[in-house]
């Protein structure tokens, strides 16, 4: 178990450390790290050859206490910002006034549904701006960790919410957008803050059938990681050049994360260049402890610290390498030069973030409190909602007709919900408008009724004031699903139904033959065949974790006021799936006892496809003919590929006329999907393979969207992990019942794009040996 007391101490301090440290009359103001003019690896290596090695060890937690003999403050490294400033150990929100709020954004799993990355820059540069004012106000850290970018594999998994969905390209696109806004781009002179992709690797699973996060072991094949576990992670540590990465959990493959030299150094540092040294690794929270206990892969708890630290885990999160490196170090377990890279990398950092220069030299540092919940801040936290509701059933009763005499029933438990909306780690709200309020805004009777709370209970004592509700009503709106009460970190779902209590009240509902919309929320997708199969529903909307505006975005799109064009960013499984797979099995691909994972593999019927998504009109679509039919031959395109990574190299961009045919001006979002015969087998059924959002296309008018495409996106994956251009027969598809393909087919043999680093043949764990690249539980003795 972690150290929960420990760690719920941490919460209690550390919240006010100077804003940094003194570099025109404290003691280090001749040492080279005040040197604006040096470079930051000079600058660092300057202060780290400073400190004795018991400083250097007692700098390595997440609460590091500085040097105060060298004026060096102490530094929270622990704060939190998913989807805005958010409690957390390094975030100390004023209890009133100034800093005492910050704008809360709709949680990622409902962002991912917008599939616009220039929305996810924009709501993470005013997620950074906000960091910047906080911080100079000595209320935050500069770096965060955020974001949660492990692919939501299986549906139970209760943090799957904080993940923008399940398809790897869709989140490397959405990460790299992400950390442009909170970075402030790929290399700025000073970064607006550091992100921290998390948690490498595989962990997606908190407790299910006696395993739980802090001891799983999850044996992932090399295709399956390279296909799907990684690419967001390479999206951020290669492609995005994130600042830092934190380590998870579980085990992989037999040898726990932060222990793990090979995902640590040989896949993240060396084969994908982040090899800087203004970046590091932190544990998750106690991580370092867990390879002691209950992983018992080392076997003392010096060895355990000096493992992770070896191994390239800079930061511990908690105090365990301030307790236990101590004696590592006189045990001969660790070098000093090992503990001096890890400071190194972490003021590296802090001198990229602009912590020892003058205020003057930064942009950053003129930030302030009127910075905090701008207008434009509050209205990209709406419109961020807007992009991304997804309307999933309409008979046409939607938009809704609202006159001053239209009464409506608002009823549930997602009704009037106010934190609730923000989902988990988040922080405090200026505002948290719900459904309720939304409607009591609009000049119409609102007749409300909580009825059941959360999921409900078997009584049916809070029922009556619901058929008042819904006598008394015109239209009856619905508000349910799902909440952190089921859903959370630490708690995997147990059931991915509806509550029995719920849809009792929903079906009871809908016998008035009213017109009714029923609003599924929450993070997880629940079955919602009742919904869509009863003719008496006349609408279904999937509104997730809508943040601060989230209610007055539902009742927009309710009433037409705007169009809905959400996409659902993962599959919405029948309830018997989760019967089918264990939640342990890491396999994609169909198998015995698993149906196949995510809208690639999946070989049953979903209620609702990935990408699913309907609007208040219709759409056709083309893609210029000259691509049709096309041959193109494989060498000539690697040939012509001049990227030191030959998977960025661009194929193809294809443009796509798309023409609303209805009567409502809307957006839409071209989502390109690659199918056919080509690589190995079995064959997926389609990949995402680039998506673009177009705004507000007129009816009877057309615009273009480019998909682009490169020769990552045609490649598959082989069993050793290598990503590989293969001949074969190509299609490109827009959106999940194509409106457009072109066929094309690549010829002559298969080219090698990127040449992936094999793991050591066999992963020792205390005796028994793993053998990575297969599917399940196979031990060697
Ligand atoms: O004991 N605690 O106080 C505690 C708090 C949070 C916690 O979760 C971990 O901390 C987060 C750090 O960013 C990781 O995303 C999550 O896995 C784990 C333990």
Redesign the pocket.
Known sequence: M???L???T??LVGKAAALSPDCVNGPLRNNTVCNTSATPLDRATALIDLFTIAEKINNTGSTSPGVPRLGLPPYQW?S?ALHGVAS?PGVNFSSSGNYSYATSFPQPILLGAAFDDALITAVATVVSTEARAFNNANRTGLDF??P?INPWRDPRWG?GQ?TPGEDPYHLSSYVHALIDGLQGGYDPKYKRVVA?C??FAG?DMETWNGNF?YQWDAQISSQDLVEYYLPPFQSCARDSNVGAF?C??NAFNGVPTCADEYLLQTVLREHWGWTNEQQWVVS???AVQNIFMPHDYASTREQAAADALNAGTDIN?GTYYQNHLPAAFAQGLFNESTVTRSLVRQYSSLIRLGYFDPPEEQPYRALTWSDVDTAASQQLAYQAAVESIVLLKNDGTLPLSVKSNTSIALIGDWANATKQMQGN?FGVAPYLHSPLYAAQQLNVTVNYAQGIGGQGDPTTNNWLPVWDAADKSDIIIFAGGIDNSVES?GMDRVSINWSGAQLDMIGQLAQYGKPMVVLQMGGGQIDSSPIVSNPNISALLWGGYPGQDGGVAIMDILTGKKASAGRLPATQYPSEYIRQVPMTNMSLRPGPNNPGRTYKWYNGTAVFEFGSGMHYTNFSASINSTYNSKNFSISSLTSNCNESYMDRCTFQNFAVDVHNTGSVASDYVALGFLTGSFGPQPYPKKSLVNYQRLFNVKPGSSETATLNLTLGSLSRIDEMGNRVLYPGEYALMVDTTPLAMVNFTLSGQPAMLDKWPQPPPARTQNGTYYVSGFDGEQLLN
Do not use: V
């Open positions: 972690t150290g929960l420990g760690l719920a941490l919460l622990w939190e957390s960790w955020t949660n943090r904080e921290t998390k948690h962990y996060r934190m998870s959990y998750d929270c106690d999160c780690y970190e």
